[in-house]
């Protein structure tokens, strides 16, 4: 290496975007909403189809649960959509959110009215807060306690949430056990000293959408609290390759979609005409319960599905195994919402076919962000290692280094004292001709234990490159 600058990647992988949305199976409904809005915003048929979804879950919480072989499961879903920015998510998550802007608007209305005819010994209404952005989780856990026991924590800036209050370290365990919570469908219990402080929230149900770019993807996929703490397992993920440098202008409407404007109506007519019920006493949802027949063939091929990914544990789902392991009842959640977006009670073959199908991309999706994650962070350890070596070399009259000062000294984050890590790390180095091997352990078991540090490491410049 005679160069002056020795360049390091910040790109990561290029396997992004290898899976494409099966958006034929999102239901009549979705499905030509996603297409419609994908054509209209020019944005990845990914993202549309999420923002739609998202909605869906949203609806069809607040009406129904969906069971099979006796276990009960919200139809809530909780999805991440990663694109970068100039990618058009914020324009594509408003069109899908029209219907829902229209029914809180006109239930605010409505809650205005009524309070100017309260008497003055009279409660108040329950608000009409149905939608958050940047919540805490008390704050989350007051609003279904007081006003509606249903919500949607969407954002189309959704680094704004993890970057926010609820996420702080100190914060960040309890909001990852409430989220997790939501999602099982789990009595919350809430105990504190102060009066009226203490109660507990008994079917409430909580979807999420955040659509964030890639950079803070990688920050939260690269969190191992959240990754242990099984938050992320319960994320539906699309990571869509970017159209950018694609997109001919289009002399389209969007207010004049028939298409768009069916979909409003139907999403808006299910909220203003079958209104979700509240148990009198505590507020809680009244929900019916969809089951799915273990007779029939929407039964059978979930079964199939279930035994494929309970394999593909030891194979192919191998480095995604808590997310792969609940994608079967993520099928079950799903069939639910296209029984309720059509309608329906009771899910039908189509309905789970549909489901299958959509289980079937985001397991695939998952692996690709994994790989995509995986790569972008090893990318990252590699630069901590040569920041890290720069100062030593720097401050010191050292040029060589051993194993044991590196596990010592070297960013924890980097390897964390794993000897393996550690040694793959050097290894990268030493293939850019960063470091030398300078010492063996023996000819039985050849192991580097020293490195000399190299000239070329001091012209090092972290900067994007495709050589890397």
């Not at 914020?90 to 608007?105: C, G």
């Not at 792969?324 to 009842?329: D, S």
């Not at 010592?408 to 290894?427: C, E, N, S, T, V």
Request: proline residues 4%; charged residues 25%; hydrophobic residues 40%.
């Amino acid at each position: 290496m005679n160069s002056e600058v020795v360049p390091i990647s910040l790109t990561g992988t290029k396997s992004q975007g290898a899976v494409r949305f099966p958006v034929d199976y999102l239901g009549p409904v979705l499905s030509q909403a996603a297409i419609e809005i994908a054509y209209l915003v020019q944005v990845p048929v990914e993202i549309a189809a999420q923002t739609v979804l998202a909605v869906g879950a949203l609806v069809s919480q607040q009406y129904a649960d969906v069971s099979i072989d006796g276990r009960v499961s919200p139809t809530s879903l909780y999805l991440l959509s990663v694109a970068g920015s100039g990618d058009r998510k914020s324009h594509a998550d408003k069109l899908a959110m029209l219907p829902i802007q229209r029914y809180l608007k006109q239930m605010r209305h409505e809650y205005s009215e009524d309070c100017k005819f309260l008497a003055e010994d009279e409660p108040r209404p329950r608000y009409p807060m149905l939608m958050a952005e940047e919540p805490t989780i008390e704050g989350i856990h007051r609003n279904m306690h007081e006003n509606w026991p249903t919500m949607g924590l969407f954002s189309d800036e959704g680094g704004q949430f993890f970057g926010g209050h609820a996420m702080k370290s100190e914060n960040q365990m309890r909001a990852i056990t409430a989220l997790s919570k939501f999602w099982d469908g789990s009595t919350i219990t809430r105990t504190r000293g102060a009066k009226g402080e203490s109660y507990e929230l008994v079917d409430r149900r909580l979807s999420l959408h955040l659509m964030m770019q890639p950079i803070v993807a990688q920050g939260i996929f690269s969190n191992e609290m959240m990754r242990h703490q099984g938050i992320l397992a319960r994320c539906l993920v699309a990571m869509p390759k970017s159209i950018q440098g694609t997109r001919a202008h289009r002399a389209s409407n969007v207010e004049e979609s028939q298409i768009l404007q069916g979909y409003s109506d139907h999403i808006f007519n299910m909220l203003t005409t079958d209104r979700f019920r509240m148990h009198p006493d505590d507020g809680s949802l009244v929900l019916d319960t969809i089951k799915v027949n273990q007779q029939s063939s929407a039964y059978s091929d979930w079964v199939d599905f279930y035994n494929a990914v309970e394999i593909g544990l030891l194979g192919k789902y191998e480095s995604i195994v808590p997310a792969a392991a609940k994608m079967p009842e993520q099928v079950i959640r799903m069939a639910g919402i296209m029984a309720v977006m059509r309608g329906s009670r009771e899910v039908s073959c189509d309905d789970m076919v549909n489901a299958l199908y959509l289980g079937d991309y985001y397991l695939d999706s998952l692996i690709a962000c994994d790989q995509e994650i995986r790569g972008s962070r090893e990318l990252s350890d590699v630069e901590l290692m040569v920041s890290w070596f720069k100062m030593f070399y720097g401050r010191t009259s050292k040029t060589e280094i051993s194993s044991r000062d590196v596990l010592r000294d070297a960013p924890y984050k980097a390897h964390g004292r794993d000897k393996r890590k550690m040694q793959k790390l050097m290894g990268q180095l030493e293939d850019h001709g960063l470091v030398r091997v300078s010492k063996w352990t023996g000819q039985l078991n050849p192991r580097p234990t020293q490195w000399l540090i190299l000239p070329d490491m001091m012209k090092v410049e972290l900067e994007d490159d495709d050589d890397w």
